[in-house]
């Protein structure tokens, strides 16, 4: 008795998967939440830098005023590829 049990639920969901029409969405909806940052992207990396903390706070809160949009680590990122820059202008040879 127990197989014709099964036998007919299987059944029944055979008969409701055939019946039942596919209907693909028009458009999948979109992840929902936050986007990934950069602590999940493989280009940045992290580091440790050990700063006054007078300095640290005076120029979160300047760049904050100047740019509410970006990260502190923006700033950092900007004025290291900036004094890249220069050293290459300089001819100065820095292994990589």
Excluded: C
Excluded at 20 to 47: C, F, H, I, Q, T
Excluded at 51 to 62: C, N, Q, V
Aim: proline share 6%; glycine share 4%; hydrophobic share 30%.
């Amino acid at each position: 008795m127990a197989d014709n049990k099964y036998a007919r639920m299987a059944q029944i969901a055979q008969h409701y998967q055939a019946t039942e029409p596919e209907s693909e969405p028009d458009m999948l909806p979109g992840k929902v939440g936050r986007p990934p940052g950069k602590s999940s992207n493989r280009a940045y990396g992290r580091r440790t830098v050990l700063l006054k903390k007078h300095t640290i706070k005076t120029a979160e809160r300047l760049w904050e005023d100047l740019e509410p949009e970006q990260d502190f680590s923006d700033l950092v990122e900007q004025l290291l590829a900036k004094f890249i820059e220069t050293q290459h202008q300089n001819n100065t040879h820095i292994e990589s």
